[in-house]
Structure formats: structure tokens, C-alpha cells
């Protein structure tokens, strides 16, 4: 993969929202579709990694679906909470964990 | 606590020095990689080691030389670098390549 998309940049809502944003990708050779969390002065944290269409994952109360022959993935996020803040990234994965980045979506829950 | 441990936490250099950053990870994973993150922007790839062999190099330059030692180990040796090298160096590994990748909390590198 070598162009990941990702909308919309930034993102800010109230406590209790829930949200959704978009990740975009080339839908030919495709391999792994990975979500990351990222805070400001800490590195990604792995959300979910998926490789099957119509793929969906769950953890608590983010969840992500994949579509590999549209080229996007979904994240959701039900009921915001502030310590939600951070840096939402998906990255296009190779065979071999060669992950290119878009460019996140920057998720600000106002309490 | 993260459970790839990066050395050092930061890291001051002239352009004709020497020095290497070090990873280290116990999972028993066997892929690791190296990442360069510029402020405010994701990561991105530098080297990809599997079974401890180097299987990418994202055409960095040779002033940036990686090594695997071991299994659990990963270096990157510095020489000659360049002010717009600095940055942030993260490392990661995985089980495998469709796997989770877990960061370690990076070298912040700064070249005077």
C-alpha cells in the first residue's frame, strides 16, 4: 500500500458523542489494515490490526469495520470520553509489517 | 511501562560523531523495525528485520547503519549525520508481519 488516507484531520465533540473517521487506501494488493492510538509525547499504541473483508474488531467501546474491495476502513468511538483524546492512525501493512501511515485524525472530547 | 525498551531516552550529537541507539524487546517477537517521526507527523519506516536478517530498507541513507545482534536486539548506528536527521527513532516489533506492532518510547535525536 502506498497512499493511506485519512479523514477528517482534526475532530472535536462534546463528552458522551459518539464519532466516527476514515481511513482509505488502495483496495489492489491489499494485505493489513492496522489502527494505532497515538498521544501527544507517547508512542502508537496498537488498536486493532484486520485482513479480511467485511473484518470487523472491537475494544470496549472503539470498534472498527474493513472494507478491502471499496479501499476504507471505519473507526468508531461510542460515547466519547475525554481521555479518548489523541491521535487516531491507520496504516496500510505488507507482508512483512512494512506499515505506511496516514496522516491520523487528531480526536479532541471536550468534557 | 512499554515492553520495547529503547536506549538512550535522548540523544546530542555533532555531524562527525558516532553512536548507535539500541532496542531491546522480550516478547520473542521476530520481526523489528525502525521508524523516524518528525514532530507532528506519523512515523515513518526506516529498516524491516525478520528472523534477524534485514528484509527492507526504505532507501535510507548509509549514514544510517542498522544491525540485529540477536533475536531480542536491534541497533542503529549513526555516522556523519545530517541536522535534518534529527528527529524522533522509534522502535517496534511483531510476531509477525499481519500482527500488532508494539512501540517502544523512542531516542529523541537532536544534530548540532
Known sequence: ILNVEQSPQSLHVQEGDSTNFTCSFPSSNF?????????????PEALFVMTLNGDEKKKGRISATLNTKEGYSYLYIKGSQPEDSATYLCAGGGSQGNLIFGKGTKLSVKP | DTEVTQTPKHLVMGMTNKKSLKCEQH???????????????PPELMFVYSYEKLSINESVPSRFSPECPNSSLLNLH????????????????????NQPQHFGDGTRLSIL
Open chain 1, 31 to 43: 494485505y493489513a489494515l492496522h489502527w494505532y492510538r497515538w498521544e501527544t509525547a507517547k508512542s
Open chain 2, 27 to 41: 516478547m520473542g517477537h521476530r520481526a523489528m523495525y525502525w521508524y523516524k517521526q518528525k514532530a507532528k507527523k
Open chain 2, 78 to 97: 549513526l555516522h556523519a549525520l545530517q541536522p535534518e536527521d534529527s528527529a524522533l527513532y522509534l522502535c517496534a516489533s511483531s510476531d509477525r508481519g
